[in-house]
């Protein structure tokens, strides 16, 4: 029986049928036979959430716009359809063609936290196509994976064929070209991975062998093969206003996560902040003109009809036009009703003018993200945001009429003390009080305060440091619970068994990819979902595979250690890390070079950063 | 102006559910630059009002709703400019004012048509036997599920006629009437759940409400 009829009757039968049907606005059908590259592009996890991922997006259209590709969407079947296409027979499927997965040509996954390779690993077993790389025939698709986890891709070392590092635009049509072209010849998968190789951005880990230490760590990643690069430099787009960006975009039936009509305005941070990897992976700040943003904006609903558009980058508030900006969309839509939203925005007397005027942020309340408790440890991670300039824009905004406020903290930060901890509850507190000042008293308020487990993450200033202990994770969460009582707060926390998992696979190695296996086996998937989360399976497939976990989450590392993810280049200099680690060490900040002097962070050589040219000009 | 439409609901959204299809229209409407007019207030609505819920995995080719727009259009205008904006297998099959219509609110029936599959080859009279016998019961109890909880409900007052219209090899076509809406609701699931008790086999394998009205005192009237 074919899929398609399969699906008719088996459908009626799961949670949220539209996940597997679609057939959505703008979604593309193509005759498969007419063309001549087929790509599943793969998203491991549920399509409410694959689908609200920009960059899955961009890819999908980009490679359609091509008349011999074919780009489908796939993404991980809920537990439930899962029993089902098992108990059936039933192989993982395209949505578009309701194609076998196995037909393909690639199958490229998006990579964008740690905790969803289980899934890649389970979605790869549904869909027939084995688990190693060195297992695969002329027959299976080649493996492909793209995204911020690629920049550490050592743990799926040899699960992925080929890895894309860095953005994606046209690497990813110099890899098509580059397989029609071998098509022509008779040669194999491996002789295609080899030229692949070549391709600058492309890292193939079979080409690369690893050789460790006695105590583990890695000695040397070398290429085993000549014409194979040393590193892999990620690539970049110069100029974003050049780029393709689609405008067509899939207007999906269910409720996903971010359903509206997404806005890219930027890419790239210059803030600096110690513990974030986005900051120093993503650089240089690279920014598309407000013509060109007010044009597709147009486009975009013009072809959609979504009510919303939404501004996406690392900081909103850091578009050098974001005023123009904000108030030419709101003239333009506002005869249609369509809202804008600024997400992560940084919340400021300049900012908060701009929030009041599109309203957006009254529905969901206002969020801050101090990350620490106390100046000094603010200053450790290099966080430029004092207790005053919050409690500022706190008041600012209890006087506009919000009363929802969020605050985002991490706890486990290097150096972190119970000090620290408690200034965390001091300055929820202090919110608090601004708002009785303000008001005059506490009625309506609501003040939230979230903590995540800091996650030292590859090429960052952090990328030495240990993850505190699991139970120190715990204590300090039952410290804060103890703290954070009263009437208008509320405490909630991430799951320190996730953050210790996440830490391992951030910083693993090769080893990892056995751990990966097992886990598949033991039925681990869906590891972000608490309640299909066991951290007791994890913990098997480390024993059996013979793998300490903690051996990647919580020591702290030597600066002149070999880290497995350096045979990544992402363009910021390991010097630069290492200059931030001893001033993150004295607790001494480093401004923002877009309004300081250039730091040399490293990035000058990838050429484009418009803080960069300005920065350097002479 | 306040617009009435009859929606067609196709299989390739089958699976969508009503809130899915009120939101696909209402984005329709805004790439057909139609001005739909939206509730005041602090989360602006567009008005738009459904008749009674379909049941996802059954196709439509009654859905009714309402929308109110800025200003009076040429109703043939609206019915064109949406039809050419709305995604595969949602389309407007009639339109009018709904002006001295009766409220959605108000239909209570509908009919469907029901594929079903028996598993071997069907003998026409043996079907009709097993759908008399059925409709003779004084009480048609079947479980129901509402809310997480199953409950036994007695289905037999909710159906007003089932008709076998057509038999080919194990495939039969069965005309439903039944009620709908707020003042009893069965969809043919149920109804052939009912009818599994005299042939087991029975499978469905495709669903389609074709009209959906208000009957008051034997009277019929559609909202359309
Ligand atoms: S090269 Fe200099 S100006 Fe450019 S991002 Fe790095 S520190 Fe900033």
């Given at each position: 029986?074919?899929?398609?009829?399969?699906?008719?009757?088996?459908?009626?039968?799961?949670?949220?049928?539209?996940?597997?049907?679609?057939?959505?606005?703008?979604?593309v059908?193509k005759?498969k036979?007419?063309v001549k590259v087929r790509i599943a592009l793969a998203f491991p996890d549920?399509?409410?959430v694959g689908m609200?991922h920009l960059g899955l997006r961009i890819l999908y259209h980009l490679l359609n716009e091509r008349e011999d590709v074919y780009a489908e969407r796939v993404f991980a079947p809920?537990?439930?359809?899962?029993?089902?296409?098992?108990?059936?027979?039933?192989p993982l499927f395209s949505l578009e063609s309701?194609s076998p997965l196995s037909e393909f040509d690639f199958v490229g996954f998006s990579l964008q936290y740690e905790m969803s390779y289980s899934n890649v690993t389970n979605m790869l077993d549904l869909a027939g196509i084995p688990l190693f790389s060195k297992d695969r025939t002329d027959r299976d698709p080649i493996v492909i994976a793209g995204g911020p986890c690629a920049y550490n891709p050592e743990p799926l070392a040899e699960i992925i064929d080929l890895f894309v590092i860095g953005e994606a635009e046209e690497v990813i049509l110099e890899l098509v070209n580059l397989y029609l072209d071998h098509k022509k010849s008779s040669k194999g998968r491996i002789e295609f991975l080899e030229r692949a190789a070549r391709i600058p951005g492309v890292y193939v880990p079979a080409f690369y062998r690893v050789n460790y230490?006695?105590?583990?760590?890695v000695k040397e990643i070398l290429p085993v093969k000549p014409g194979i690069p040393e590193r892999v430099q990620k690539r970049i787009i110069r100029?974003?206003?050049?780029v393709y960006?689609p405008?067509?975009?899939?207007?999906?039936?269910?409720?996903?996560?971010?359903?509206?009509?997404?806005?890219?305005?930027?890419r790239?941070?210059?803030?600096?902040?110690?513990?974030?990897q986005a900051?120093m992976i993503y650089r240089?700040?690279?920014?598309?003109?407000?013509?060109?943003?007010?044009?597709?904006?147009?486009?975009?609903?013009?072809?959609?009809?979504?009510?919303?558009?939404?501004?996406?980058?690392?900081?909103?508030?850091?578009?050098?036009?974001?005023?123009?900006?904000?108030?030419?969309?709101?003239?333009?839509?506002?005869?249609?009703?369509?809202?804008?939203?600024?997400?992560?925005?940084?919340?400021?007397?300049?900012?908060?003018?701009?929030?009041?005027?599109?309203?957006?942020?009254?529905?969901?309340?206002?969020?801050?993200?101090?990350?620490?408790?106390?100046?000094?440890?603010?200053?450790?991670?290099?966080?430029?945001?004092?207790?005053?300039?919050?409690?500022?824009?706190?008041?600012?905004?209890?006087?506009?009429?919000?009363?929802?406020?969020?605050?985002?903290?991490?706890?486990?930060?290097?150096?972190?003390?119970?000090?620290?901890?408690?200034?965390?509850?001091?300055?929820?507190?202090?919110?608090?009080?601004?708002?009785?000042?303000?008001?005059?008293?506490?009625?309506?308020?609501?003040?939230?305060?979230?903590?995540?487990?800091?996650?030292?993450k590859p090429f960052?200033?952090?990328q030495?440091?240990?993850?505190?202990?699991?139970?120190?994770?715990?204590?300090?969460?039952?410290?804060?619970?103890?703290?954070?009582?009263?009437?208008?707060?509320?405490?909630?926390?991430?799951?320190?068994?996730?953050?210790?998992?996440e830490?391992v696979f951030s910083r693993g190695d090769r080893k990892l990819n056995s751990v990966l296996k097992k886990a598949r086996e033991?039925?681990c998937r869906?590891d972000?979902?608490?309640?299909?989360?066991?951290?007791?399976?994890?913990?098997?497939?480390?024993?059996?595979a013979?793998v300490?976990?903690?051996?990647y989450?919580?020591?702290?590392?030597?600066?002149?250690?070999v880290f497995p993810w350096e045979v990544i280049d992402p363009g910021v200099?390991k010097?630069?890390?290492?200059?931030?680690?001893?001033?993150?060490?004295?607790?001494?900040?480093?401004?923002?070079?877009?309004?300081?002097?250039?730091?040399?962070?490293?990035i000058?050589k990838l050429?484009g950063?418009?803080?960069?040219?300005?920065?350097?000009?002479? | 102006?306040?617009?009435?439409?009859?929606?067609?609901?196709?299989?390739?959204?089958?699976?969508?559910?009503?809130?899915?299809?009120?939101?696909?229209?209402?984005?329709?409407?805004?790439?057909?630059?139609?001005?739909?007019?939206?509730?005041?207030?602090?989360?602006?609505?567009?008005?738009?009002?459904?008749?009674?819920?379909?049941?996802?995995?059954?196709?439509?080719?009654?859905?009714?709703?309402?929308?109110?727009?800025?200003?009076?259009?040429?109703?043939?205008?609206?019915?064109?400019?949406?039809?050419?904006?709305?995604?595969?297998?949602?389309?407007?099959?009639?339109?009018?004012?709904?002006?001295?219509?009766?409220?959605?609110?108000?239909?209570?029936?509908?009919?469907?048509?029901?594929?079903?599959?028996?598993?071997?080859?069907?003998?026409?009279?043996?079907?009709?036997?097993?759908?008399?016998?059925?409709?003779?019961?004084?009480?048609?109890?079947?479980?129901?599920?509402?809310?997480?909880?199953?409950?036994?409900?007695?289905?037999?007052?909710?159906?007003?006629?089932?008709?076998?219209?057509?038999?080919?090899?194990?495939?039969?076509?069965?005309?439903?009437?039944?009620?709908?809406?707020?003042?009893?609701?069965?969809?043919?699931?149920?109804?052939?759940?009912?009818?599994?008790?005299?042939?087991?086999?029975?499978?469905?394998?495709?669903?389609?409400?074709?009209?959906?009205?208000?009957?008051?005192?034997?009277?019929?009237?559609?909202?359309?």
């Amino acid at each position: 029986m074919e899929i398609k009829q399969i699906l008719d009757e088996v459908l009626p039968q799961v949670s949220k049928p539209t996940r597997y049907t679609g057939n959505e606005l703008n979604s593309v059908q193509k005759d498969k036979s007419k063309v001549k590259v087929r790509i599943a592009l793969a998203f491991p996890d549920v399509y409410e959430v694959g689908m609200s991922h920009l960059g899955l997006r961009i890819l999908y259209h980009l490679l359609n716009e091509r008349e011999d590709v074919y780009a489908e969407r796939v993404f991980a079947p809920w537990v439930d359809f899962e029993e089902i296409m098992r108990e059936r027979g039933i192989p993982l499927f395209s949505l578009e063609s309701k194609s076998p997965l196995s037909e393909f040509d690639f199958v490229g996954f998006s990579l964008q936290y740690e905790m969803s390779y289980s899934n890649v690993t389970n979605m790869l077993d549904l869909a027939g196509i084995p688990l190693f790389s060195k297992d695969r025939t002329d027959r299976d698709p080649i493996v492909i994976a793209g995204g911020p986890c690629a920049y550490n891709p050592e743990p799926l070392a040899e699960i992925i064929d080929l890895f894309v590092i860095g953005e994606a635009e046209e690497v990813i049509l110099e890899l098509v070209n580059l397989y029609l072209d071998h098509k022509k010849s008779s040669k194999g998968r491996i002789e295609f991975l080899e030229r692949a190789a070549r391709i600058p951005g492309v890292y193939v880990p079979a080409f690369y062998r690893v050789n460790y230490n006695e105590d583990g760590t890695v000695k040397e990643i070398l290429p085993v093969k000549p014409g194979i690069p040393e590193r892999v430099q990620k690539r970049i787009i110069r100029d974003l206003d050049r780029v393709y960006y689609p405008t067509k975009l899939i207007v999906p039936y269910m409720d996903i996560v971010h359903d509206r009509a997404v806005l890219e305005i930027f890419r790239g941070c210059t803030r600096g902040c110690r513990f974030c990897q986005a900051g120093m992976i993503y650089r240089p700040v690279r920014e598309k003109s407000v013509d060109k943003l007010t044009n597709i904006a147009r486009e975009m609903i013009k072809s959609t009809g979504y009510e919303e558009i939404s501004l996406a980058s690392l900081s909103t508030s850091d578009y050098s036009a974001l005023k123009q900006l904000v108030e030419i969309l709101t003239d333009e839509f506002r005869q249609c009703m369509v809202g804008l939203s600024l997400p992560s925005l940084r919340i400021d007397s300049f900012t908060l003018d701009l929030a009041r005027k599109i309203q957006e942020i009254k529905k969901s309340g206002l969020t801050f993200a101090p990350e620490a408790g106390t100046q000094r440890l603010r200053d450790v991670i290099n966080k430029g945001v004092t207790e005053e300039d919050l409690l500022n824009s706190v008041k600012g905004a209890f006087e506009a009429g919000w009363n929802t406020v969020k605050l985002y903290f991490m706890i486990g930060l290097p150096s972190e003390t119970y000090e620290d901890l408690e200034g965390i509850a001091r300055l929820a507190y202090r919110v608090v009080d601004a708002y009785r000042e303000v008001r005059g008293n506490t009625k309506g308020l609501k003040v939230t305060v979230s903590t995540s487990t800091f996650v030292p993450k590859p090429f960052t200033p952090f990328q030495w440091e240990a993850q505190i202990p699991l139970d120190e994770i715990k204590e300090r969460q039952r410290f804060l619970k103890k703290k954070l009582k009263g009437p208008n707060i509320s405490y909630n926390w991430h799951d320190g068994k996730l953050s210790f998992l996440e830490a391992v696979f951030s910083r693993g190695d090769r080893k990892l990819n056995s751990v990966l296996k097992k886990a598949r086996e033991r039925g681990c998937r869906f590891d972000g979902w608490s309640d299909m989360f066991s951290f007791d399976k994890w913990m098997e497939a480390f024993r059996e595979a013979g793998v300490n976990p903690e051996f990647y989450a919580n020591r702290s590392r030597p600066e002149d250690e070999v880290f497995p993810w350096e045979v990544i280049d992402p363009g910021v200099e390991k010097s630069f890390l290492i200059t931030e680690l001893k001033k993150a060490r004295e607790a001494k900040p480093t401004p923002d070079c877009r309004f300081n002097r250039c730091h040399g962070c490293g990035i000058m050589k990838l050429k484009g950063g418009i803080i960069c040219d300005s920065k350097n000009e002479d | 102006m306040i617009v009435r439409m009859k929606i067609k609901k196709g299989e390739e959204v089958k699976f969508i559910s009503q809130l899915d299809l009120m939101r696909a229209v209402e984005r329709a409407m805004r790439r057909a630059e139609l001005p739909v007019k939206f509730t005041e207030g602090f989360n602006p609505r567009p008005r738009i009002s459904f008749a009674p819920a379909l049941p996802v995995g059954i196709t439509s080719d009654a859905e009714y709703m309402d929308v109110e727009f800025e200003s009076v259009l040429p109703l043939d205008r609206i019915l064109a400019r949406l039809n050419s904006h709305l995604p595969p297998g949602i389309s407007v099959l009639k339109i009018d004012t709904a002006e001295g219509k009766i409220p959605l609110s108000s239909v209570n029936r509908a009919v469907y048509t029901v594929v079903v599959d028996t598993g071997s080859d069907i003998e026409p009279e043996l079907l009709d036997k097993a759908v008399t016998e059925m409709l003779s019961r004084p009480e048609i109890t079947v479980p129901k599920t509402s809310k997480g909880k199953v409950k036994n409900v007695n289905i037999a007052p909710l159906i007003h006629g089932i008709k076998i219209t057509g038999v080919e090899g194990s495939r039969a076509e069965i005309r439903m009437e039944l009620s709908a809406g707020q003042e009893g609701n069965v969809t043919p699931p149920l109804v052939i759940k009912a009818l599994q008790e005299h042939i087991p086999s029975i499978t469905v394998r495709r669903m389609n409400r074709d009209e959906l009205f208000m009957v008051r005192e034997g009277k019929r009237t559609d909202p359309i």
